[in-house]
DNA sequence: CATTCACGATTACAGGCGTAATCCAATTAA
DNA sequence: TTAATTGGATTACGCCTGTAATCGTGAATG
């Protein structure tokens, strides 16, 4: 099992599930426009590696990283999580203060419609 | 202004918001059944105060401990951190990961639809 | 009054997190 | 071949978090 991914490490996941494998370098690419330094980089590579998120392979002197889990199940886990911690599980509520608030816009609500329109006449 | 409020410390948030004002021994008493020791609930107390995210006022030598942001504000905000973070902003993919992968039940989805239509007539 | 409680305040301490700097071995350049 | 470079591994370090223990003071008790 796979210790928690924190929030800045899920930044860099998030570069590698935009594509992969990448090395280092690549990844510190395309995170030093947003202020990251190589050094910091490198170590959450590290870390996710020892978390068990990510995964290399050698290749010459350098490491192709890749993810070991997918972005849809970690979002999928983390929203679950959400619910759990935050919205005690209850669902309802979560939908309803995601719904009210204007937190949603026309086009958001129309989406989601449709999402359950959809869902309605899902088999199973 | 005040810092970000943790996970066990939204867990004392939550007995608060459920009745205020609250002596440390009542806070105590609803969670300690959960595991939580006295030294422990008075130290999440202390530390919710010096965030600015709970009062007290003295009773004699008690003191009574109030929430000083609602929970409807603290879980909107949560909510749009978690949207921002986890999602990257993008609404839609939340709506579609709680809505599909089985996270809503059929009651859920059929609250949520009147939710929406609701909201469809809401003016503004 | 002297001692003991009760309670909030202060201090503790390990592990995680953000953010690197330093170390070391392999590689490439001089 | 020796020096400089490169890249991962190890170490650092202060702040936050979870989880208390200890301190100090005022109150209750003997």
Redesign the pocket.
């Known amino acids: 099992m796979s210790?928690?991914v924190?929030?800045?490490?899920k930044i860099v996941m998030e570069v590698l599930w935009q594509k992969s494998p990448l090395?280092?370098?690549e990844v510190v690419a395309r995170l030093q426009e947003q202020g990251?330094?190589e050094?910091?980089v490198?170590?959450?590579l590290?870390r996710l590696?020892k978390k068990e998120v990510v995964s290399f392979e050698r290749e010459?002197?350098?490491?192709l990283y890749s993810p070991l889990v997918s972005r849809e199940t970690f979002l999928k886990d983390e929203s679950q999580g959400f619910l759990n911690k935050v919205f005690l599980g209850d669902m309802k509520e979560l939908l309803a203060t995601f719904v009210s608030n204007k937190q949603l816009s026309d086009e958001e609500l129309s989406y989601l419609r449709d999402l359950l329109d959809e869902d309605k006449n899902k088999p199973e």
């Open positions: 210790n928690r924190s929030e800045s490490e090395t280092s370098i990251w330094t050094k910091t490198k170590s959450f590290n590696v010459g002197r350098r490491y």
